[in-house]
């Protein structure tokens, strides 16, 4: 009997062989999406900090808040500037009225530019939350896929601990049946750890950025509030 991994593949049977490929198939995808999500959070997190250490400025000196328009374009690909600016945005053409026109009250302006905000928060939400419910199934389910291999490699060890031509039931005619059985198991349990893991990282950095994005937009309400950028 040879313990070698290619050894122990050649003793697979069918089914075992299939939940291992199903199970390298489900790790590629989940570090796939990881590797996207890395990338996407790294520079998301670059990016905002950035933004906001340009807009600070802007937003605490009376009458400069205008200046911020646009100031967005230059940080693409940071969830705060995108939400920020949209509000931004919408504060500028507010003040954008007919000649004679009578001014909006601070309060006006703020709660439409707020209603705008959180929009704009929850669309950047759900994309930085793409592929999360992908690793959350892996997770969950990849343990029982592996359980599945596991009673299909008990079936084959009961099998041959049943059949005479192979030994008549001596550990060695059952010990490949009964690797085949711990193998599929420890490949699930391995891959629903790592993508937990990645799962908890992310959900932090989400609400890392949420926080960021929530502070954020708070202090441009009430900067609106405060009557002095209007």
């Known amino acids: 009997m040879d313990f070698t991994l ?39 997190r670059r990016l905002s900090r950035g933004y906001v250490e340009a807009l600070a400025p802007l937003v605490e000196a009376a009458g400069r808040l205008r200046e911020a328009v646009g100031l967005d374009k230059r940080y693409v ?29 601070p309060f006006d302006v703020a709660e439409i530019v707020n209603r705008v905000m959180e929009r704009s928060k929850e669309r950047e939400l759900a994309g930085l939350r793409r592929g999360m419910p992908v690793l959350a199934t892996v997770a969950s389910s990849a ?14 060890a009961f ?24 193998i599929t198991t420890a490949v699930g349990l391995g891959v629903a750890i790592i993508a937990v893991w990645f799962y908890n990282y992310f959900t932090a950095r989400i609400d890392d950025l949420t926080i960021d994005i929530d502070e954020t937009a708070s202090e441009l309400v009430d900067t609106i509030l405060r009557g002095g950028a209007v």
């Open 143 to 156: 343990p029982f896929v592996g359980l599945f291999g596991t009673v299909g490699g008990i079936i084959t």
């Open 6 to 44: 290619v050894g122990l593949w050649n003793e697979m049977g069918f089914t075992a062989r299939a939940v291992v490929v199903v199970l390298i198939v489900m790790s590629l995808y989940a570090l796939a999406i990881a590797g996207d999500r890395l990338l996407v959070f790294r520079r998301g």
């Open 77 to 105: 690909g940071s969830p705060v500037a995108k939400v920020i600016g949209a509000g931004l945005h919408e504060y500028a053409r507010g003040l954008d009225r007919p000649a004679g026109a009578s001014a909006p009250a």
């Open 159 to 182: 099998q041959k601990l049943a059949d005479p031509t192979k030994g008549g039931g001596g550990i060695g005619t059952v010990s490949a049946g009964i690797a085949e059985a711990l």
